[in-house]
């Protein structure tokens, strides 16, 4: 198992490299705009000048040695200054991470809370009303893109309804824990929403290999209610595949949580990112990235360790 | 199973003829009505006024610069049934071989591959189309470039697993044994199996195609202006009045794009049903 | 006289088969078991042997099985009309049962100790720690070396005898008056087979309940059964004390089961086979359900089902068993 672990790492670690080196590639070949960003718009630049900003953001260099740079500079902790907001990176984004670890955090709970019961039920009566009512609202979730989910729900609850508010995470001048709840329900249901569809289709099937088999008999058979054969045994069982399955969507989550975050202008990295991308800041967009794949290789890896904990066929391998 | 047989069954499936018959009937209207009625996208009506509530002249209404928002409907659908059908067979192209190599030679070949597509899969697609769309510039063939790129992991991890079990069945030992080489393997017996999955998920990929599309044009990294495209088409709702107070804009194209990638799942899911209900794609 | 335990009378389950009209699986199904004793129910599979047993215990397949009609009297009390709460209070404490596969039968992801506590606590209030000491001396009774070790243990550490072994343990916790074995040394190897059905006869004996052991195998009733009731197709065939029964077979499928047991003190050099397959359900003959492979057939047998013939308990449900009939 520790063995295991360590692998897990190291390849996580890879990815984030791979990942890393990609973008960053990527953006090089974009990097000329970059610089017009920064000399700001309409600002003429001589040819001297041009040369001047490149060799002092130190474009002048070839792309693998600058992503060595960077990557140097990351493990000593810096993230480089902004283009756009010349202030550093690590300060904005640890200003916005909160949030967007709410909103998200958010969204997986109620992804799994409401999409785990759901299935289950679906699997155990495969073909009944519940299963196709089930299955039916998983193609909706899936089908509506999250701008279009986002801009419905705010037309219907925040604007015909009065429900609930369109923007941002609190009101003006009100900070209460109840105030930011009342503004994550929405924007964190159409997370999930989204994501909820993949969840019931993955817990149905999982479900449906256990139900058939004969410890749920034996569960019944010892006198335990249904609800207990199912859940305890049924659903307890089928949890290690279905955790590793939902794994895959986790990018995706944050994916839409970015186009959502827009939307709602919550103050999160997702829409920071979106922004930076539309700025061409770089430094910016290679910071956000690298918290992106972090948080998504922690994920990965915890998740292995609840399988291990879920199923131990796995632990005593 | 023959055409005829397969046709016969595929009939039978109520969702996937609705939904092929929608699909028909979405091609047919948004590439001949507006040609039929010299529909103009592009220029404004300045008479009807910006954002123009439907009328007798504007069915659907105008957009922010006047123009009309039904031709604008129609010609944005072009673009995202264009992409629905195109990306697919790109990620395809890229997906299948792969997968393939990745499934019949093992070793080194399956890890660098296999690790690739874990590294595409372990970031948000959404976020890496929009810097691939920024780095060649956004338009309708760089879109259908970088969707169907993005969509090459999920062909891939499919074509990989049924070549795995394709490998596990004695038919191959005894096509080596008879001393075939790996290209007539490959060709002769495991691609015929690996086909219809991939078959079957096109339609899959058609819809989450279209998805992509519309949220990359939503962002304002889809084809550029003046030409519409569905997603651009809602990109006006960002504006929080045309969001709360003019529904007419942005409402139409969102159910559009609904409603045709229910209609691609549809007859995916009746394709699936035909070939081999137990069938993962 | 020894005391009457269960006596199930005409029981008849029907299986709901989506939007088709329902087929009767079990048929008309009566049988009696005394304390103490064991009853063999033997036949091919999908005979319906299981779902009697299922029946008995309240375990058909939930939403497609049901009781349509006759009663299940257990203790004197008519468990058809009890309800799902009763019923959940009767099993695992009065009537347990065991599966085939032991490798599946227990729960992958529990500890063997936490799936025995859990047995107990349904029906009895006892502490983690009481409920270690029963299990672990429930372990030792069945033969399980180092119960305390075992207890600490999950299902896949063990051998599948001593899954089975586990199971049975499990299934006696309450001390219940009827234990029901389906196919219970079905995927074992032989020799275990044969300690597995050994320690289920000592246990009867030593806890004094009475067992339903399901088989496909008359080799397994043999020497284990008081009573053997044969069924085929869902219905009785012959039903009656394992003397009588193997001593004196007297419907042709019976005959034919036993002489599919391979025998060491025979030199034989093929062993009986039943030709043919079980029609299926919903396709069943008018007449004789059997009559389809039935090599001593005749006309009658097509058109009307065989009336019981009855030698005391024995009882037999073809014509070619009443001497009477001239056919």
Redesign the interface.
């Known amino acids: 198992m520790t063995r295991y672990l360590y692998e897990r790492i190291l ?1 996580a670690l ?2 984030m490299f ?2 890393t080196a ?2 960053y590639t ?2 090089s ?2 990097q000329g705009s970059a610089l017009n960003v920064l000399g700001g718009s309409g600002a003429e630049m001589s040819a001297a000048e041009y040369e001047a900003a490149r060799h002092a953001l130190g474009l002048d260099l070839p792309v693998w040695l600058r992503y060595v740079h960077w990557l140097r500079d990351v493990l000593r902790g810096d993230l480089g200054v902004s283009y756009r907001y010349g202030i550093p990176v690590g300060e904005i984004i640890a200003q916005r991470l909160g949030a967007s670890a709410l909103l998200v955090g958010a969204a997986i709970l109620f992804t799994l809370l409401f999409g785990l019961p759901v299935g289950v039920m679906a699997a155990y ?1 495969p ?1 009944s009303a519940w299963d196709r009512l089930s299955s039916f609202f998983a ?1 909706a979730g ?7 989910t986002c ?2 729900c ?2 219907v609850f ?2 015909k309804l009065r429900l609930m508010p ?2 941002g995470m609190h009101n003006v001048g009100n900070a209460s824990p109840v105030d930011l709840i009342h503004h994550l329900i929405m924007p964190s249901c159409i997370i999930a929403f989204g994501a909820i569809g993949y969840v019931i289709k993955q817990s149905r099937s999982a479900c449906l290999d256990v139900f058939h ?3 749920l ?10 609800v207990e054969v199912i859940f305890k ?1 049924g659903l ?2 089928a949890l ?1 595949p279905i955790l590793t399955q939902i794994m ?1 969507e986790v ?2 989550i ?3 949580a ?2 959502v975050e ?2 709602f202008g919550w103050p999160g990295i997702g829409s920071l ?2 922004d930076a ?2 700025n ?1 800041d770089m430094p910016l ?1 290679m910071g956000v ?1 690298l918290v ?2 972090f948080v ?2 922690i994920a ?1 890896i915890l998740l292995d360790l609840a399988y291990g904990l ?4 796995v632990r ?1 391998r | 199973m023959n055409h005829r047989g397969f046709w016969n069954k595929f009939r039978q499936s109520r969702g996937a003829m609705i939904g092929l018959c929608f699909l028909i009937v979405e091609a047919l209207t948004v590439y001949l009505l507006p040609a039929i009625f010299h529909m103009d996208p592009i220029s404004s009506d300045v008479q009807a006024g910006f954002n123009a509530a439907p009328s007798a002249a504007h069915l659907l209404g105008t957009d922010g610069a006047a123009r009309d928002l039904l031709a604008r409907t129609l010609c944005g659908g072009r673009v995202s049934l264009l992409v629905g059908v195109a990306a697919p067979f790109i990620s395809v192209s890229i997906g299948l071989p792969l997968g393939l190599a990745a499934g019949y030679y093992r070793g080194v070949v399956e890890m660098v591959i296999m690790r690739l597509s874990d590294v595409f899969m372990s970031f948000p697609s959404i976020l890496l189309s929009l810097i691939l769309v920024s780095v060649i510039g956004p338009s309708l063939g760089s879109l259908i470039a970088v969707i169907g790129v993005m969509g090459w992991t999920s062909i891939a991890r499919l074509v990989y697993a049924n070549v795995l079990s394709i490998r596990e069945k004695e038919y191959i030992d005894s096509a080596l044994s008879i001393g075939r080489n790996d290209f007539e393997i490959l060709s002769h017996e495991i691609l015929p199996g690996v086909l219809s999955p991939v078959f079957v998920s096109l339609s899959f990929r058609s819809g989450s195609a279209i998805l992509q599309e519309s949220g990359l044009s939503f962002l304002g990294a889809g084809i550029s202006p003046p030409q519409a495209s569905w997603g651009g088409i809602i990109f006006a709702a960002q504006d929080l009045s045309v969001l709360t107070r003019m529904p007419w804009i942005w409402a139409p194209s969102g159910i559009l794009i609904v409603l045709t990638v229910v209609a691609f799942h549809f007859v995916g899911q009746g394709l699936r049903d035909t070939l081999d209900p137990k069938m993962t794609v | 006289m020894p005391e009457t335990l269960l006596e199930v009378r005409n029981l008849t389950v029907n299986l709901k088969l989506g939007n088709r009209q329902d087929v009767t699986a079990v048929d008309g199904v009566s049988f009696s078991l005394n304390r103490g004793e064991t009853l063999g129910i033997v036949g091919e599979s999908g005979c319906g042997k299981t779902l009697t047993a299922s029946a008995v215990i309240g375990l058909l397949p939930p939403y497609t099985g049901y009781i349509a009609g006759g009663e299940i009297l257990f203790e004197g009390e008519d468990l058809t009309k009890k309800t799902a709460r009763q019923m959940r209070a009767v099993r695992g404490e009065k009537i347990s049962m065991i599966f085939q596969d032991p490798m599946s039968s227990l729960n992958p992801v529990y500890r063997i100790g936490t799936q025995m506590r859990e047995a107990l606590r349904v029906h009895r209030d006892v502490t983690v720690k009481e409920a270690r000491e029963i299990s672990a001396e429930m372990l030792r009774k069945v033969g399980i070396p180092l119960p305390e070790t075992r207890l600490r243990e999950y299902p896949h550490q063990l051998s599948g005898g001593q899954r089975q072994r586990v199971m049975i343990a499990m299934s006696l916790l309450s001390n219940p008056s009827l234990l029901i074995a389906d196919e219970p040394t079905s995927s074992l190897d032989v020799t275990i087979q044969a300690q597995i059905l050994d320690l289920i006869r000592t246990l009867r004996d030593e806890m004094g309940m009475s067992v339903i052991l399901i088989t496909h195998d008359m080799g397994v009733v043999a020497g284990n059964a008081d009573k053997v009731l044969v069924m085929y197709a869902g219905k009785v065939v012959e039903y009656g004390t394992a003397e009588e029964i193997f001593t004196n077979p007297l419907h042709p499928y019976t005959q034919r089961l036993i002489g599919s047991i391979p025998r060491l003190d025979m030199d034989v050099e093929y062993l009986s086979t039943i030709e043919g397959i079980v029609p299926p359900l919903g396709q069943m003959p008018k007449g004789c359900r059997f009559c389809t492979r039935c090599p001593l057939h005749t006309g009658v047998c097509q058109e009307e089902p065989p009336p019981p013939f009855r030698i005391g308990e024995h009882v037999i449900f073809c014509r070619r068993a009443n001497p009477a009939f001239a056919g």
């Open positions: 390849s890879l990815t791979f990942i990609i973008i990527l953006l070949l974009i009566r073909g193609l899936f089908s509506a893109p999250r701008f279009i801009i419905a705010i037309y925040s604007f369109a923007m088999e004969d410890y008999k034996t569960a019944r058979a010892k006198g335990l209610s249904e045994h307890r069982t290690a895959v990018p995706e944050v994916g839409s970015a186009i827009k939307i990112m979106l991308i539309r061409r967009i990235t992106i794949a998504v290789l990965n879920l199923d131990p066929r005593y």
